[in-house]
């Protein structure tokens, strides 16, 4: 098969064909037996090393692919440790949990879908880890911590759900087509629930423009004599930028506002 012109600029398809890093997000996953969602098993290179230790449950949206899949799995393993569902995996969620059980999520995520994928398993209260291979400009987004210059809204919100940390790096040359990006695989283990939409959107408000005072961002939304007041109370500078609050003072602010 010529993995070239098979896959799908559509989809965004890139293939990991390296074993060496197949094994290294194996090895980064939670040391449990909770049943794995897979969102893109693409050609199951990944999905054969998963079955060897759990029951495991793929999305895949390309009709080419779940056809490939089933010839090539379907008779070579054990009876009701895979499962194929074909379709978006966010019509799914747009329903309900993406499982019915507890589970952790394992994916390769093209550039297109990889944040509002990884917002959507925040949100879903039966998953318990996020374990996706994304480019690494959005994984530092979800990893950053205050002050780094790539902190925003989406780590506050990953930090707010649990722990997000970047495993490891992986090379363009480990995929098949090559991207133009090095990638990054992003673990993010969940201790706490996130299902508060305000919340959301407050920190959309907080960091719409990074680079102005947080307290000018918000004052779009709140009186000024309030935000003072409420600035003065937390102890914060109100020259603070977004980048340089801490999570904490985002708990604070908004719970405070609210």
């Not at 060496?20 to 050609?43: C, F, H, N, T, W």
């Amino acid at each position: 098969m010529d993995l070239e012109k098979f896959a799908n600029k559509r989809f965004g398809q890139n293939f990991l064909k390296s074993d060496y890093y197949k094994q290294k997000i194996i090895q980064s996953m939670p040391k449990d037996r909770l049943k794995v969602a897979e969102i893109g098993p693409g050609l199951g290179d990944l999905t054969r090393e998963l079955i060897k230790q759990r029951n495991v449950v793929a999305f895949e949206v390309d009709k080419r692919l779940c056809e490939h899949l089933n010839n090539e799995l379907k008779d070579s393993i054990p009876q009701g440790v895979f499962e194929l569902r074909c379709g978006d995996v966010l019509e799914r969620w747009e329903q309900s949990s993406l499982l019915d059980e507890p589970y952790h999520l394992v994916a390769n995520l093209p550039y297109y879908i990889s944040t509002t994928i990884i917002l959507k398993a925040l949100k879903d209260t039966y998953c318990q880890s996020i374990l996706v291979m994304v480019q690494k400009e959005v994984a530092l987004k979800f990893a950053a911590k205050p002050k780094e210059r790539e902190f925003s809204a989406l780590a506050v919100l990953a930090a707010n759900t649990g722990e997000a940390k970047i495993c490891f790096d992986v090379e363009p040359e480990a995929f098949v087509p090559v991207p133009k990006v090095i990638s990054s695989v992003l673990l993010i283990r969940k201790e706490r629930s996130q299902e508060n939409r305000e919340f959301e959107a407050f920190l959309k408000v907080a960091f719409k423009q990074p680079r102005k005072k947080l307290f000018t961002n918000l004052a779009v939304h709140y009186s000024k004599d309030s935000l003072q007041k409420v600035f003065i109370a937390l102890d914060l500078d109100i020259n603070i930028r977004p980048h340089e609050a801490a999570t904490s003072n985002y708990n604070q602010l908004f719970k405070t506002l609210e």
